[in-house]
């Protein structure tokens, strides 16, 4: 059996992987356009930020060592230009001798991923004005910084890598400026993403909610409503769209989302072709229905599963609840399932419950802790949770996903036989007075 797959970060490097678990005869080629694979693309934040220096750390493996370690051949700097589903054959171009060569699948998976979107701002072509993608953005960024020594940062979009990046460039020394086109992270309801915003003016960021930037200049930025934003580096933290150009042209069908349709085995409509990561959409574990929400731990979920598939394991994809984390200077927020917006936009009569508590007790520096977290009415079922605080946000996070996963109900929480010791926790962790509140 000859798999091909196309593009070799987090998905495509899973699927092969597991591939060679369950198969050792079959050959596995993967093609990759670029020159970097298998990087840690969600640690790109802190390598810019100087949290931690050795790029090694954030592209740890090459082509050899897949070679070495799992017998699956890289060809970096290789494109695929066309797929024939009839024939199963491949064009693919050396980027670097610009020839152009043929190849054939049995199994072909497609993991393209994403790119940036880049938004119709005139002014963003200008060289100081950068998006944060993969690691040839990150050198970018991190050349410009180094050579240009610039002090005033703009960071268009509130979502989960602006915020991380403002905090990056303050680190550097920066006065950052944060533009966000509706509220700071999206997919948190209003009155939590409040907490944050409050937070990143405590720390000196500057930002402006519910504003579009009309246009990038040499001095910096001009928005919608007149104002004027010094501004020496831009990044454009606005959204990224599957890549999904390669697989249309196949006849691959996409969803509702723009992204590919793929069944629970990772399955295209066309016939031995596979799909994973972020050029796929998934479906939503509460609602049933289609999202598009890329995040590496998806990706490499769904590659191992695709891989899977391709060698007859046979593991079904079981959905997301859209889980996402992030930190922000010493701020960490979370969020999985429904917020009660979306609750409500999916018919749901959602109970919420806010409440302000501490992580462990005052005595052992206890901070406090935020949560809101929505169930249906009707069932008592929780529905998604978001949490705001300085510490222990991931493990009640966690919790809860753990919790909304298997259906279980608000005073399900009460019952919980959590770990308690002060140094971690309260006798009563916040996630009982959720239950009491939601039952
Ligand atoms: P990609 O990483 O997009 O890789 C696809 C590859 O396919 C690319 O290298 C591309 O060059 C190649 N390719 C495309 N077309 C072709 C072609 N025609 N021929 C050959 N090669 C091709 N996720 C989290 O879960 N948690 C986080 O904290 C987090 N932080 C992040 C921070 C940042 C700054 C960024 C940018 C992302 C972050 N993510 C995070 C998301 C995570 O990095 C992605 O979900 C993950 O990288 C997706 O992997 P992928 O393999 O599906 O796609």
Do not use: W
Not at 264 to 276: A, E, G, I, L
Request: charged share 25%; net charge neutral.
């Amino acid at each position: 059996m000859r798999v091909v797959i196309i593009g070799a970060v987090a998905a495509g490097t899973s699927a092969a992987t597991e591939i060679r678990r369950n198969n050792k005869s079959a050959e596995i080629v993967i093609y990759e356009k670029d020159k970097y694979i298998s990087y840690a693309g969600c640690g790109m934040p802190y390598y810019i930020g100087n949290e931690f220096n050795d790029f090694s750390d954030l592209v740890p493996r090459d082509a050899d060592f897949f070679k070495h370690k799992n017998n699956i051949d890289i060809l970096i700097e290789h494109e695929v230009l066309s797929i024939n589903s009839k024939d199963k054959t491949l064009l693919i171009k050396n980027l670097m001798t610009e020839e152009t060569i043929q190849d054939s699948y049995d199994k072909l998976v497609i993991a393209t991923g994403a790119v940036s979107i880049i938004p119709n701002i005139k002014g963003s072509e200008r060289s100081n004005v950068f998006v944060l993608r993969n690691i040839n953005d990150t050198n970018s960024i991190k050349e410009f910084i180094e050579k240009g020594n610039p002090k005033k940062a703009v960071v268009i979009g509130g979502g989960f890598i602006g915020l991380e990046m403002c905090e990056s460039f303050n680190n550097l020394g920066m006065d950052v400026t944060l533009i966000a086109r509706s509220s700071i992270s999206k997919g948190i309801d209003k009155d939590m993403s409040v907490y944050i915003e409050e937070y990143l003016k405590e720390k000196g960021i500057t930002v402006y909610t519910g504003t579009n930037t009309s246009e990038i200049n040499d001095k910096g930025i001009i928005l919608e409503d007149g104002n004027f934003v010094e501004a020496e580096i831009v990044l454009l933290a606005t959204g990224i769209k599957p890549n999904v150009e390669l697989a249309e042209k196949t006849g691959v069908k996409l969803g509702v989302t723009g992204a590919i349709k793929v069944d629970k085995h990772m399955k295209t409509n066309v016939h031995d072709v596979y799909s994973c990561g972020d050029c796929i959409e998934v479906y939503n574990t509460i609602t049933g229905k289609p999202i598009y929400r890329p995040l590496g731990s998806t990706a490499n979920k769904t590659g191992t599963i695709a891989g899977s598939n391709i060698t007859g394991k046979g593991d079904e994809f079981r959905g997301v609840l859209g889980t996402g984390i992030y930190r922000i200077f010493d701020m960490t927020v979370g969020q999985t399932g429904l917020s009660e917006e979306e609750a409500i936009k999916h018919g749901y009569e959602a109970v919420v419950s806010i409440d302000k508590k501490m992580s462990k007790p005052d005595y052992m520096g206890g901070k406090p802790i935020i949560m809101k977290t929505v169930a249906d009415k009707k069932t008592r079922k929780l529905l998604g949770a978001q949490i705001v605080g300085y510490e222990g946000v991931d493990k009640r996070l966690d919790v809860l996903v753990t919790a909304i996963t298997l259906k279980a109900k608000a005073v399900d929480l009460i019952h919980l036989d959590l770990a308690y010791s002060p140094p971690y926790s309260l006798p009563r962790d916040p996630l009982y007075y959720t239950g009491i509140k939601l039952r």
